[in-house]
Nanobody, 115 residues
C-alpha cells in the first residue's frame, strides 16, 4: 500500500510564501493524479490543485495565479509553491494520490496565515 506524507507547513504573514512537499512511499506506474486539498475549520475539504502523470495541472479559482503545483517523478514527490498567501488560505493541507483503486491521503500539514 502506497503512503503519502506531507511536510513544509507553518505560519507566515499575509503576502508571504511557503512550499509544501508530498512524498510517496513508492513509485506509481501508469496513469495517476496527485493533488493538494485543504480543510479550514468548520468547512468542507476542498481541492487546491491537481497534477496528473502527464503533467496536466488544475487549480481552484481561489489559488490560481498564486499557487503552483509540480512534481519530481524521480523522487516520487509533489510540491505546492504558495505565494501571496492570504489569511483565508489558513487550513490543514492534505496530499492525495489517486491511481485506479488506490486512493492515498496524508495526515495533513497546517498552514496558518496571519494578517
Amino acid at each position: 500500500q502506497v503512503q503519502v506524507v506531507e511536510s513544509g507547513g507553518g505560519s507566515v504573514q499575509s503576502g508571504g510564501s511557503l512550499i509544501l512537499s508530498c512524498a510517496a512511499s513508492a513509485t506509481v506506474v501508469g496513469i495517476y493524479e496527485m493533488g493538494w486539498y485543504r480543510q479550514a475549520p468548520g468547512k468542507q475539504r476542498e481541492l487546491v490543485a491537481v497534477i496528473t502523470s502527464g503533467g496536466v495541472t488544475t487549480y481552484s479559482s481561489s489559488v490560481k495565479g498564486r499557487f503552483t503545483v509540480s512534481r519530481a517523478n524521480a523522487k516520487n514527490t509533489m510540491y505546492l509553491q504558495m505565494n501571496s498567501l492570504k489569511p483565508e488560505d489558513t487550513a490543514v493541507y492534505y496530499c492525495n494520490l489517486h491511481a485506479g483503486r488506490l486512493d492515498a491521503w496524508g495526515q495533513g500539514t497546517q498552514v496558518t496565515v496571519s494578517s
